[in-house]
């Protein structure tokens, strides 16, 4: 069974750091590309940040110098350090993995708040 199991997330000042992870289960983790999305109340999902698996990284414009997406495939582990917070980085955020458009997972999603 796969599972792609998100934490870390909580209540944060403006300004302030978060570090997510997200440990995958069930899949052979390194030959999945991996990705964080967020959606906030009342807006579409949005894509965060991407790492493949040779360890190239995109972001999200959003996010750009802000957020550091890694991997640990000797854990299976994705991680996004957030750093500067902003009350707009408030959202439920999700860990995908995929090979394929027919072959992807996602986690339930873990709760950031940014506020004061």
């Known amino acids: 069974q796969v599972q792609l199991v998100e934490s870390g997330g909580g209540l944060v000042q403006p300004g302030g750091s978060l570090r997510l992870s997200c440990a995958a289960s069930?899949?052979?983790?390194?030959?999945?590309?991996m990705a964080w999305y967020r959606q906030a109340p009342g807006k579409q999902r949005e894509l965060v940040a991407t790492i493949t698996t040779g360890g190239i990284t995109i972001y999200g414009d959003s996010v750009k110098g802000r957020f550091t997406i890694s991997r640990d495939n000797t854990k299976n582990t994705v991680y996004l350090q957030m750093n500067s917070l902003k009350p707009e980085d408030t959202a439920v955020y999700y860990c995908?993995?995929?090979?394929?458009?027919?072959?992807?997972?996602w986690g339930r999603g873990t709760q950031v708040t940014v506020s004061s």
């Open positions: 995908h993995g995929f090979t394929s458009r027919l072959n992807s997972y």
């Open positions: 069930g899949i052979i983790f390194s030959i999945y590309t």
